[in-house]
T-cell receptor, first 112, second 114 residues
Framework: GQQLNQSPQSMFIQEGEDVSMNCTSSSIFNTWLWYKQDPGEGPVLLIALYKAGELTSNGRLTAQFGITRKDSFLNISASIPSDVGIYFCAGHSIFGNEKLTFGTGTRLTIIP | DGGITQSPKYLFRKEGQNVTLSCEQNLNHDAMYWYRQDPGQGLRLIYYSQIVNDFQKGDIAEGYSVSREKKESFPLTVTSAQKNPTAFYLC?????????????FGSGTQLSVL
């Protein structure tokens, strides 16, 4: 199955820094979802996007549905220790079926 | 509380044994899914079901079987034909596609081979 290209694969930042990550696809999507996964737990939905250009915030998190409909971005401002984890994007292609396609994940680590 | 419950949290399988992972949801969702996650990897779809008594193979269905006799339940059986079953298994359910779809996950089951 197709997978989205998510970058970067990993990030090492200091507490208080801002974080940016993105996902790109070769096909047009009509839904983008962003998840965070803690070790040994299931992914938790952070933000859902349904329209091109849509910008949605959830606390310190902001995500955007790219204008081209082939990408999405997630930003985290003023990172704190509990932001550590793996962030996944997921999307629904307009040519697709009932299945979401998942990115390969961005692992965020905060350096003391 | 509404949500998805997976059990057990940890499961061990002996050689040649079938094991069944439980997934129950009380979100009244029609669609349910099983994913496999290997260490440091993304999610791979095993099986999904859009409605009771119907299910479809995902990308890695070989060695697995499912049933969907009730809307709330979607158990996954890892059969002896699955030669590399050690992984983290995630169950999910979703709101309808095309109407603000959202996918919600359970807390996972870690399966290991003895």
């Amino acid at each position: 199955g197709q997978q989205l290209n998510q970058s970067p694969q990993s990030m090492f930042i200091q507490e208080g820094e801002d974080v940016s990550m993105n996902c790109t696809s070769s096909s047009i999507f009509n839904t983008w979802l962003w998840y965070k996964q803690d070790p040994g737990e299931g992914p938790v939905l952070l933000i859902a996007l349904y329209k091109a250009g849509e910008l949605t915030s959830n606390g310190r998190l902001t995500a955007q549905f790219g204008i081209t409909r082939k990408d999405s971005f997630l930003n985290i401002s003023a990172s704190i220790p509990s932001d550590v984890g793996i962030y996944f994007c997921a999307g629904h292609s307009i040519f697709g079926n009932e299945k979401l396609t998942f990115g390969t994940g961005t692992r965020l680590t905060i350096i003391p | 509380d509404g949500g998805i419950t997976q059990s057990p949290k940890y499961l061990f399988r002996k050689e040649g044994q079938n094991v069944t992972l439980s997934c129950e949801q009380n979100l009244n969702h029609d669609a349910m899914y099983w994913y496999r996650q290997d260490p440091g990897q993304g999610l791979r779809l095993i099986y999904y079901s859009q409605i009771v008594n119907d299910f479809q193979k995902g990308d890695i269905a070989e060695g697995y079987s499912v049933s969907r006799e009730k809307k709330e339940s979607f158990p996954l059986t890892v059969t002896s034909a699955q030669k590399n079953p050690t992984a983290f298994y995630l169950c999910a359910s979703s709101t309808p596609i095309g109407s603000g779809e959202k996918l919600f996950f359970g807390s996972g089951t870690q399966l290991s081979v003895l």
